[in-house]
């Protein structure tokens, strides 16, 4: 209720903006200044994370973790897998490919800037990072492990057991399946794309040329930006995957009714997450169920879905335009040395 | 013919060294000069390659083409995923698991110190990593690509044109499937482990302690450095295995003849290439076959199989103790940042 609320207000607020700035192109810093209401450079340093202290020993057991492939039961995959920190953050394909070659039922969303998400998965079902860590874990079609297969591997290596306590200090029993996914969370939160063109426009510099400053301009003057804004461009609310017009049964397949499944309040129908848009180029296939491959084919269907717009090819191209802009430095990621298994290490059971 | 007769040729000096340093424990001194006689330190420095320029450019380039999981048909596999910088550039696993979930034939041999081999694979059939880096790709239980595809989703990303173009100069045509594969050979040459123990116990060092010292001398005396020898401990020359007896069929499934089916030459039949001993204790489980995963169980299973010792339980503790001494400085690697896809990129095939 409070959400849809929310978002009648979000778009209200944004209907208002676009009819004020219809008319003649604006002034680069007339849209500046409306695109400053609306969106939020990237900070350059890592975020505070609730609950959670971002330290240096948290951060490299995390990485150490995230990339480790013994964390599944298979000994195939890790968190990098799916959330592969040179593609995007994500792995391109379709829906994942789990564990024993199953197809996962939705696209991997991004890991880069997740920390900015209210919450996380297409359908919000965890409230942070570290909930979100230990699902993809245990999931039959991902990783299939369970939490005291995840410990006993842990447990085994004496460097895991040290890291933990480093990270962890002070506490009689650091080695716990909630630690894990807070140490998870502590490196996923450096995982941020600061410093895009778009951001350095937000800051006053004249990065963008007219093609993207007209999609900027039609983005906002359309409506995009009544769901795609903050931080992130998206992810901070819920809203129904068709709102205007269903897109077809490719799109959005039937069978996953999206939040529904986690509030089972029937308004939650197809309602989903807005995407955050933040590195949008990288992070093809597009919409949960990652049918769509273009970022002009996903302008397209977003305009008649959410908008009723059937936008221009020239304004979809603008859009495009201006959605590369939002492709921010890509953090430096060294790929951690994990330890050695010992003869307590729980064996890979990839059959 | 000429490996079997050098293969004897070194047995015979190994046998001869045994003989001469049998009997009371040696001097540190005395077994350091004996030890600088049968192996060679790794260098700290990246080794030069033969017809292969190791320039910046291309092994940023290689280590792109190395992590990039867009080489695979599915999308999902990368060199990186069977030898995993992290965890001793090897998979961990028994055999490895490729396209479709498919089990491959052979334990995955760690590209770490590969550059040092004689050849490569277990049965020596690519003379270099260059040969090597194209099996892989192209196998069907592997990543199950071809190099047409290669070449067309390399040709797709404007990036991946560029960083050819900078690797390879002078080239009209720089995106082939050979300059791929020197790219990644390039790359995978800077994977070497210097500065282990035992290299700075060669080297003058006294870095062993009293049990890895017994553990040298009995690998010496016992004939293990017959096969296990120069700079990579082994990966020089390529020897029966049950030279004395013949392994159960867990360790040396009968059908799996090794190099036997690249010389198709009965002498070879069940001929492998000596395991290149360098971070053994990194690289769990052994053998071709991936079914022992006890550094100690190996050591007693090649101490009966090929040398018809029945070690003593100190032994086989003092060799493993020395061959733990062999885990030399792992190379720092920063995940390289892939280029988007564009429409033109091949989609990825997982099914």
């Keep these: 209720m409070e959400i849809q609320i929310m978002f009648r207000t979000t778009l209200t607020a944004a209907v208002a903006l676009a009819t004020a ?62 959330h592969n920190v040179g593609t995007g953050g994500v792995d391109g394909l379709e829906t994942s490919i789990g564990h024993g070659w199953q197809a996962g039922p939705r696209n991997s969303p991004t890991v880069f800037n997740a920390v900015f998400n209210i919450a996380q998965f297409w359908d919000g079902r965890a409230a942070d990072l570290a909930e979100q860590a230990v699902g993809p874990v245990q999931a039959g079609v991902e990783m299939n492990n369970t939490p005291e297969r995840v410990i006993d591997t842990l447990n085994s290596m004496q460097a895991y057991v040290d890291a933990f306590a480093e990270a962890f200090p002070g506490e009689d029993d650091p080695v716990t399946f909630d630690n894990f996914a807070l140490a998870i969370e502590a490196f996923e939160a450096t995982l941020t794309t600061p410093n895009s063109r778009f951001d350095q426009f937000l800051m006053g510099a004249d990065t963008l040329d007219e093609q993207e400053l007209a999609g900027l301009e039609a983005f906002i003057d359309q409506g995009c930006a009544a769901c795609h804004a903050g931080v992130n461009m998206g992810g901070q609310d819920y809203y129904p995957f068709g709102l205007v017009e269903r897109p077809g049964a490719d799109v959005l397949p039937e069978g996953d009714r999206g939040r529904f499944a986690v509030t089972e309040t029937a308004m939650d129908d197809y309602v989903f997450r807005a ?46 335009a201006f959605l590369r802009t939002l492709t921010g430095e890509i953090p430096e990621v060294v790929h951690p040395v994990l330890p050695p298994r010992t003869a307590d290490t729980p064996l890979p059971e990839p059959m």
Tied chains: 1, 2.
Excluded at 23 to 43: K, M, Q, T, W
Excluded at 289 to 317: N, P, T, Y
């Design 21 to 82: 700035i219809a008319g003649p192109a604006l002034a680069n810093d007339e849209l500046r200044e409306y695109a400053n209401e609306l969106f939020e450079p990237i900070p350059l340093s890592t975020p505070d994370l609730d609950g959670n202290m971002v330290t240096r020993q948290r951060v490299d057991l995390g990485a150490m973790l995230f990339f480790d492939p013994r964390m599944s039961r298979s000994g195939l995959f890790s968190c990098q897998s799916c």
């Design 275 to 320: 995407a955050p848009l933040r590195n949008i180029e990288l992070t093809a296939p597009y919409f949960h169920s990652g049918v769509v491959w273009e970022l002009e084919e996903a302008v397209a269907v977003m305009g008649v879905a959410q908008l009723g717009a059937d936008l221009s090819e020239q304004e979809i191209s603008d859009i495009a």
